[in-house]
């Protein structure tokens, strides 16, 4: 005979009860009470008014509607003993007496019960006085921060505290107010991953259920309050039968038991959360019926007749049908909540868009809904539950927020990345994670590595040809991905190691190259999978080899990626001892169906978030370069404001921040609009994230600028521009989020990372053709210096005076060719090295340069240096020298125009003409041009050249100063190439034109600086006797170490 059956609950969980076992073909009718909109007249499920508080009432009920089947989902009616009264009064129960629901509801009862019978949990004791709960939080030696008030009333039954003082609060608070009953427990706050496992069990057998994992803090990335759960999954992904057997037998089965020893039979359902620690499966607690939400994904899962299995568990018989389960389904089940849940909500709120839910396949489960004139209202808490259940959990993921999409009610909460944890176990396995003594590892590894060249033994790496270098496997569908998009990337260090090869420190570089990969895949979502590099060489070291692929192992474990190797080429024939190359490949990995972070989501109101980062990278280096080369501090100096402590090298070389462990979960869980590393310039970097039709304007008061930054604005004679477009100005990463949700998100990073408020996405402004304004840069810069490095910055700190540059003018042919013009009437025009004037265009107009070219002549018209200059903006002259009777009204005219322009340095580029001695005379010492050879100059000024067929191993050109008697004794630069056997003179020559290209410009800047001058003896003089590092040009050619200047008396040697 069909029966009818009665569930008491009002939530989620008591819908999907009724729901289940409305699906049986043995029930008639069932009565929710008092139920909600989802359970009142849907088929043969109807909601009662029966007053389920007293225990005698709910008898009556029952026996008046011939109920023949009663379940509890309230615990609180459980352990108030409901079970036990009806049963005594002959109507047939399911669940736990009131003696064996203390196991959900005394929590000292049963952390006493779990040590009695050696079931792990975590360290614990229990107070009824304040002060010694606080003596005992204090004195612990592990982090007694969970504090849980006694009885089911209590209204906040377990508080996750931050700090052993925060718990001693928590304590005291609960003790003053008695409505949260006599007595504390202290419990150990456990770390590792959490799951609830749950059984039926007839007190003698148990019937495991698949494993699920909850999600209780309110917030996308478990921030927010503690709640009674927002989502769940089930199965969890990637757990191993031995680990579930291990949990089956000592736990679940232990527990029950045990209660049976004790007299205590448990019939009903049991859950218990669980914690999977380094140290093994430790018992959080336990709940006497289904778990809401986890119920909303279990019972989805039953293949079984759940009235049967209810049957056969109150009768004992257990044993003989256990219950089976859909193996090949995954559910996933969404919590939608009221505005303030979980403090005072809003009721009566209309829900809209439950039809389309439900045609989209999924069960939308009621619980703080009403019916009001028809209409489903909200009237609780946590409202609706989408559940969906498809063959996977990345598809039920997307199919369980599509119908979360569709329905809409004013201030509905609801979490986006719910079950985003389980597609990282299915990359982590947790037999990987969480190694016990009695479970063997029952997962696969992801990565396969191929064996490789050893890097100390100073052999090109791929030597087996069959290995194809070096290479390793990746099994993608074994990560957890389904349908994956692949993300590329690949970095080189650049500038920045050769800063490293001088200062001889090499152990950052390995996380700068890993950082600087993995941070460029955030921009687009995805999660770093392998890693790669190449290190070039030209003698290998192998410490410094072994200390850089170290380094990089390490970045690597903290971004939770594999390291599959290192090639190594050394090069002793292209590259010189000393110089060096490194380059990383990453790729990652985001779903196809994951909403990217885009360009176009920036919109006006929104706000900009900022991750502190006291790296330099990229371009910057550039300028680095230029301030190193005239300051007075070495490398080894103290960096400002260190106090000794670090170094001006170290400080230089601090490595990029790793984001990709604190940010992908935020940048994933759709409340960031987008995202961009801030690898070279401020400007730069956030212009990439803005639309077209918006700005941002930061105010750089709003964090904290590193020391080395406001040492670089000042030694640099920069301006707060330059200094914007350069720098990243102590930022690493700048992400795009809508302003309401900007404390929550900021809250999730500072978890992990130092993080600030910066600035606004506005209306488009003019800002010098830039997308971004920063306000305040100069103040806080000064505000963020070392004591005394910018001087008195009490008194007027906007007016911080720059040293003017000086005044360049540059002498051009148009014939390509570099001359020497060391005495009247000497002409050497065999050079065959290029023009440098595009190089010294370039070089002067980056930060940090002490010199601006303001005007170029040339003797010939219609050359293509003119061209380029005035397309530069800089002026030009044409002074035909063929319109001169003579040479020194040739040189007076040029004399005169250099006046005109107020020039104070000339550079020679490829200018073919003789000046005269009065010209010589007046400019002297400030004439430069640059000589195809690193030897001195020949006493009849020609420059002795070194043909390839000449056996030197080593070239290059030479920056001078132009004097009458040129001599060795005016050298200023020069820039070294190493000469190859297979090279042709052509060749070399080329190669010569770009070392001077490199060469002219460091000379340029020592001289406009005044860090090097001709003396009166004509002898190069320098500033500083013991000049401290001189950063040469970019990489060209492998000739891209650092060098240091020569002082004068080496010069000639």
Same mark, same amino acid.
């Given at each position: ?186 419990? @150990? ?42 989502? *769940? ?5 990637? $757990? ?25 039979? +448990? ?9 999977? %620690? ?91 809904? *009403? ?42 909460? +609801?979490?986006?990345? $719910? ?5 990282? =176990? ?67 260090? #650049? ?38 590099? +190449? ?44 110089? /060096?190359?490194?380059?990383?490949? $990453? ?32 371009? #910057? ?24 402590? %670090? ?11 790793? +984001? ?109 053709? /830039? ?18 490095? =910018? ?23 148009? %014939? ?39 005007? $170029? ?15 530069? #903006? ?29 020039? @104070?340095?000339?550079? =020679? ?103 090097? /001058? ?40």
């Amino acid at each position: 005979m069909a029966q009818r059956v009665l569930v008491i609950g009002s939530g989620g969980r008591e819908h999907a009860l009724a729901w289940k076992l409305a699906q049986s073909p043995h029930i008639k009718h069932v009565f929710v009470a008092p139920g909600n909109a989802g359970t009142a007249d849907n088929g043969k499920i109807s909601n009662s008014a029966v007053l389920v508080s007293n225990h005698t009432i709910v008898t009556q009920f029952c026996k008046d509607h011939n109920i023949g089947l009663v379940l509890v989902g309230e615990e609180a009616l459980l352990a108030a003993g409901i079970v036990d009264d009806l049963r005594a009064a002959g109507v047939r129960c399911f669940g736990p007496s009131a003696k064996a629901a203390q196991l959900a509801s005394n929590t000292s009862l049963t952390k006493a019960f779990l040590d009695r019978h050696g079931i792990p949990t975590a360290r614990w004791k229990a107070f009824s006085n304040a002060q010694e709960a606080c003596r005992f939080i204090i004195s612990t030696d592990f982090p007694a921060r969970v504090v849980r008030a006694r009885g089911p009333a209590a209204r906040k039954e377990v508080t996750i505290t931050a700090s052993k003082e925060e718990a001693c609060r928590a304590a005291q608070e609960i003790m003053q107010d008695r409505m949260f009953g006599e007595m504390v427990v202290i419990e @150990e706050l456990l770390q590792g991953e959490e799951l609830s496992c749950s059984c039926f069990t007839d007190g003698v057998t148990i019937a495991p259920m698949p494993p699920a994992q909850a999600h209780k803090r309110l917030l996308d990335g478990d921030q927010g309050p503690n709640t009674g759960g927002m989502g *769940a999954y089930c199965p969890v992904p990637q $757990v191993p039968e031995v680990l579930l057997e291990q949990i089956r037998a000592a736990i679940l089965q232990h527990v029950v038991d045990s209660m049976r020893q004790e007299g205590t039979a +448990y019939v009903g359902v049991l859950q218990t959360s669980l914690m999977l %620690t380094k140290e093994g499966v430790k018992i959080l607690n336990f709940k006497c019926q289904f778990g809401d939400p986890q119920c909303q994904v279990i019972l989805p899962l039953l293949k079984s007749d759940f009235y049967e299995v209810i049957q056969a568990t109150i009768d004992g018989k257990l044993c003989s049908f256990l219950p089976a389960w859909c193996e090949s389904s995954t559910a996933v089940c969404v919590v939608m909540a009221s505005a303030g849940y979980p403090g005072h909500c809003d009721r009566g709120l209309e829900v809209t868009g439950l039809l389309q839910a439900k045609a989209l396949g999924l069960q939308v489960f009621h619980g703080g809904t *009403a019916l009001r004139d028809g209409r489903v209202v909200t009237s609780g808490g946590r409202v609706l539950s989408i559940t969906a259940v498809r063959e996977d959990l990345l598809e039920a993921l997307g199919e369980a927020n599509r119908g979360v999409a569709t329905i809409h009610f004013q201030g509905a909460t +609801y979490r986006r990345d $719910v079950g985003q944890r389980g597609l990282r =176990l299915l990359r982590q396995p947790l037999a990987l994670m969480y190694r016990e003594r009695r479970v063997e590892a029952a997962a696969r590894d992801v990565l396969f590595h191929l064996p490789q060249t050893s890097v100390g033994s100073g052999t090109r790496s791929g030597s087996r040809p069959e290995l194809g270098g070096f290479a390793g496997f990746f099994d993608l569908k074994a990560s957890g991905y389904e349908d994956p998009i692949l993300v590329c990337q690949t970095k080189g260090l #650049g500038a920045k190691l050769q800063m490293a090869q001088a200062c001889r420190r090499h152990s950052t570089l390995g996380q700068d190259l890993v950082a600087l990969c993995a941070n460029a895949l955030l921009a687009h979502g995805a999660e770093p999978l392998f890693f790669l590099s +190449y290190f070039a060489c030209g003698k290998l070291d192998a410490e410094v080899t072994e200390t850089i692929q170290e380094g990089i192992a390490e970045a690597c474990r903290s971004a939770g990626c594999a390291f599959l190797g290192q090639a190594l080429s050394e090069l002793p024939g292209a590259c010189s001892a000393g110089d /060096s190359d490194l380059a990383g490949f $990453v790729v990652g990995a985001v779903e196809r169906g994951q909403v990217p972070l885009g360009l176009q989501r920036a919109e006006e109101g929104d706000v900009l978030l900022g991750l502190a980062c006291p790296g330099i990278h990229g371009r #910057g280096f550039g300028a680095v370069r230029k301030v190193l080369l005239v300051s007075s501090l070495r490398c080894s100096s103290p960096a400002p404001g260190s106090c000794g402590d %670090t170094t001006l090298g170290e400080a230089l070389l601090s490595p990029a921040r790793l +984001y990709s462990p604190a940010l992908l979960p935020v940048l994933r869980s759709g409340h960031v609009k987008a995202f961009a590393p801030i690898a070279e310039g401020l400007l730069g970097g956030i212009s990439r994230v803005l639309p077209e039709h918006v700005s941002a304007v930061l105010d750089a008061l709003s964090w904290k600028i590193p020391e080395i930054f406001c040492w670089l604005y000042k030694e640099g004679n920069l301006s707060a521009e330059e200094m914007a477009q350069t720098f990243p100005c102590g930022l690493g990463a700048v992400l795009v989020v809508q302003q309401d949700l900007a404390q929550h998100v900021l809250g999730a990073i500072r978890r992990r990372e130092d993080a600030w408020l910066i600035g606004k996405v506005v209306a488009p402004c003019h800002t010098g053709g /830039s997308h971004v304004e920063v306000e305040n840069l100069v103040e806080a810069l000064q505000q963020s210096s070392p004591q005394g490095l =910018l001087g008195d910055t009490a008194v007027e700190p906007r007016h911080q005076p720059r040293r003017r540059k000086v005044k360049v003018a540059v002498l051009v042919s148009g %014939t390509g060719e570099s001359t020497d013009l060391l005495k009247p009437g000497l002409h050497f025009d065999q050079s065959p090295g290029g023009t440098a004037l595009s190089a010294l265009i370039a070089y002067t107009r980056e930060p940090g340069s002490c010199a601006q070219v303001v005007l $170029v002549i040339s003797n010939k018209s219609g050359v293509e240096e003119l061209r380029n200059a005035a397309r530069a #903006g800089i002026p030009t002259r044409v002074i035909d020298h063929k319109l001169y009777g003579s040479r020194s009204e040739f040189d007076s005219t040029i004399d005169r125009v250099l006046e005109e322009f107020s020039v @104070e340095l000339v550079c =020679l580029s490829g200018f073919m003409r003789v000046l005269s001695s009065p010209f010589l005379r007046k400019w002297k010492g400030k004439i430069l041009n640059a000589s195809p050879s690193l030897f001195p100059l020949t006493k009849d000024g020609n420059a002795s050249q070194e043909p390839p067929q000449g056996g030197f191993k080593v070239t290059g050109c030479t920056v001078h100063f132009v004097l009458e008697d040129s001599g060795p004794r005016a050298v200023i630069h020069r820039e070294p190439i190493a000469v190859r056997a297979e090279d042709t003179e052509q060749a070399l020559a080329e190669r010569v034109k770009e070392a001077e290209c490199r060469a002219f410009p460091v000379a340029l800047q020592l001289v406009a600086s005044g860090a090097v /001058s001709l003396g009166a003896d004509g002898r190069t003089s320098w500033k500083q006797e013991s000049q401290s590092l001189g950063l040469h040009g970019e990489k060209g050619d492998c000739t891209f170490s650092l060098v240091a200047p020569e002082p004068p008396e080496h010069d000639g040697e």
